[in-house]
């Protein structure tokens, strides 16, 4: 007779582990890294040996287990970054045709360095739906809600098929909000809903590789400083109490600055702590230095490097400023939408859910370039799903596949072999893609897509017809901010949830990290705060044949900002309803400060099946929803959606 997991975890780690949530971590530890009891309970013992100290040994417990969580990916980044390339043959690589058709349009005048270089995306003409609140009858998303974030956390399912198959459900949030049973999969439920783009093309179209560092120090600078003019008018601070923290004085002050580390050499991914963590201010502020923070008087804190903060304190040595309080920086407003809209947007559903996907690349395993699971998926989505609008984040073609990036790329059903890799997309990825019957697919890149020419972040839209896309499919920018009928959605694809590292005390440490950096993203009013952005690195051989004897670090595709029109990466006028950023961390779907926060996951994990998101919205009723004015109501969309985690 088999052993439950449970009570193999039992007899690994002893009776201290039969509690509920230690179970339940050891479990998904187990589930997330593909290990045995035993081989987790070995890994435990490392990391007590190499964490704890002889005064204080480390208990079994959910929090330290979440640490162990941290410490195994760490040791596992590191392991990838030590393997060495094997691989030295020289092979013909297949590379990008550049798209000759975008390039007369590219700016190449920069703009005057006088200018404020927060490049604010516009909304469409028609955004009578996405109006925030004004400051007479501001409710942030802290104050309007009824519960807590922790209340609605998403809930592993009971029911349906093994989790192992291919379109299981493995977790679900709002599960009492709808029921399976009341989703219906007819195709003629997928109504086409109403897109308005909130955004401004022509302004991702700026030039890579051409940053210049006056303009990078003229956005940082007016990032301190727009918020520090929001801080002001929002408490109403008298603009006498605002100093220069790096000036001895022996009165309070405030400032208003960013989070730096204590060295401009810290390698960005470093274990910071409370003793390295520094101010930066703005020009203006205090000429742009930086001085040593004192956070012990805090209590609660979460502190990273690129957040924009707002501290009370005094620095009376000239060395070290004291920190007293934090001030928490003023939330957007939430979306809204007039009573005509939503009746509007009410009859055209006829009463039915809105279904919304969202799936999240690589779409190949990383063994070989092979596309069977998408086909896969596009089988579902036409027979069995149905849904009325697909959301596909980037990359499709990944540069950093091990054939593409060796040129063994081999295609043998095809009549003739791609010469390029925008033609692998349109002879082996785009008739897989246009099979997909929804009226509304939205592709957004990744600076990872071999198939772009504008791998920085933000990033400029797909070349729908270079590709070979149907009308059906619309190339969106990466950020991009969009509505479908009221729902206003935000979508980047820069993995925020591994690159932001945090120092965080109180509250905040048994908190989870998903939360913590969701309300950061919030509060910070940007899809990507920190700064400066992750790197992914391989440690291998140099390509050159005649360096192949000095061992060194690749480069992959991180973050890669273009600081300087990082303008485009900041929240409009108010928080999105659905906030959705793609992660190699395991896929969750959450509720921060009234916002659904999602992150599908990696449509293929390694060389297994990996996971989608499905959400379901009620279609709005007005008398369900909180009235904040004459004609507008608050769009509640966490109310009233379920989100499913699928397995692809």
């Keep these: 007779m088999s052993v439950s997991i449970g009570a193999q975890i039992v007899e690994k780690f002893g ?111 028609d955004t009578s739906h996405l109006r925030g609140s004004d400051d007479s009858s501001f409710i942030t998303a802290r104050s309007s809600s009824p519960i807590r974030s922790s209340d609605l956390e998403s809930t592993p399912s009971g029911h349906g098929k093994s989790t192992q198959e291919s379109g299981s459900i493995l977790e679900t949030l709002n599960r009492d909000v709808i029921e399976l049973t009341d989703v219906k999969t007819e195709a003629d439920t997928a109504t086409k809903l109403r897109l308005v783009a909130n955004f401004d093309p022509s302004k991702y179209k700026f030039r890579t590789m051409n940053q210049k560092l006056l303009e990078v120090a003229d956005y940082l600078d007016d990032q301190i400083d727009t918020v520090a003019k929001i801080v002001l008018d929002h408490y109403h601070f008298d603009q006498s109490e605002f100093g220069n923290p790096n000036l001895q004085s022996q009165t309070g002050i405030l400032t208003v600055g960013r989070i730096v580390p204590d060295s401009p050499l810290t390698e960005f991914d470093a274990d910071l702590n409370s003793n390295s963590l520094f101010l930066e201010t703005s020009r203006s502020g205090g000429i742009g230095q930086r ?70 690349g690589p779409y190949s395993p990383s063994r070989e370039l092979n596309f069977d699971l998408l086909s896969k998926f596009v089988d579902r989505m036409n027979e069995e799903v ?24 081999s295609f043998a059903d095809l009549e003739r072999e791609p010469k390029t890799l925008d033609e692998v997309f349109k002879m082996v990825i785009a008739p897989i893609l246009r099979r997909l019957n929804c009226r509304q697919v939205i592709i957004i890149p990744s600076t990872k897509d071999a198939t772009t020419d504008h ?12 590709l070979g896309l149907s009308k059906n499919f619309k190339c969106f920018p990466n950020p991009a901010t969009f509505s479908l009928n009221e ?20 509250r905040y440490v048994g908190e989870s990290r998903f939360n913590r950096v969701s309300e950061h993203v919030l509060e ?9 952005g992750g790197i992914k690195r391989q440690r291998g051989s140099l390509l050159v044949a005649e360096d192949r004897q000095n061992q060194d670090e690749l480069f992959l595709s991180g973050a890669d900002l273009h600081v300087s029109y990082m303008g485009l990466t900041e929240f409009p006028d108010s928080l999105p309803d659905v906030l959705v950023i793609p992660s190699e961390l395991k896929y969750f779907a959450k509720v921060v400060k009234n916002v659904l926060v999602i992150n599908p996951g990696s449509f293929v994990k390694m060389n297994s099946n990996g996971t989608y998101a499905l959400m379901n919205a009620r279609p709005p009723v007005v008398e369900d929803l909180q009235k904040i004015g004459e004609d507008l109501y608050l769009n509640d969309i966490w109310k009233r959606a379920r989100v499913d985690i699928v397995r692809s």
């Excluded at 208990?59 to 596992?76: D, F, G, M, V």
């Excluded at 009573?339 to 039915?352: H, M």
């Excluded at 791998?455 to 270079?466: C, I, L, S």
């Design 291 to 360: 001085i040593c923070l004192d956070v012990k008087d805090l209590d609660d804190y979460s502190f990273f490097p690129g957040q924009i903060v707002c501290l009370r304190g005094i620095n009376q040595t000239g060395d070290v400023f004291k920190v007293s309080h934090q001030y928490e920086l003023p939330y957007l407003g939430a979306p809204v939408s007039t009573l005509d809209d939503l009746k509007a947007y009410q009859e055209q559903l006829s009463g039915e859910n809105m279904k919304v996907v969202v799936t999240a």
């Design 487 to 506: 729902v206003l959605i935000g979508c980047s694809n820069n993995d925020i949830f591994r690159d932001l590292k945090d120092v965080n005390s109180g």
């Design 386 to 409: 149905h849904p009325n609008a697909i959301i596909m984040f980037g990359p499709f073609l990944d540069i950093n596949h091990k054939q593409i990036r060796d040129g063994t790329l």
């Design 455 to 466: 791998a920085a972040y933000p990033q400029e839209m797909f070349d729908r017809k270079g």
């Design 15 to 125: 009776p201290k582990a039969d509690q509920p949530d230690i179970l339940k971590k050891c479990e998904d530890l187990m589930e997330l890294f593909g290990l045995t009891a035993e081989e987790l309970f070995l890994k435990w013992e490392t990391y007590v040996v190499t964490s704890s100290t002889i005064d204080d040994d480390m208990p079994l417990t959910a929090n330290n287990l979440s640490r162990l969580q941290e410490y195994i990916q760490k040791k596992i980044v590191k392991d990838n970054q030590k393997t060495p390339s094997t691989n030295h043959v020289k092979r013909p690589v297949i590379r990008a045709t550049p798209n000759v058709s975008m390039t007369n349009v590219l700016p190449s005048t920069p703009m005057s360095l006088k200018k404020r270089r927060k490049l604010e995306t516009p909304y469409s003409s």
């Design 524 to 532: 910070q009013r940007r899809f990507y705060p920190s700064f400066p």
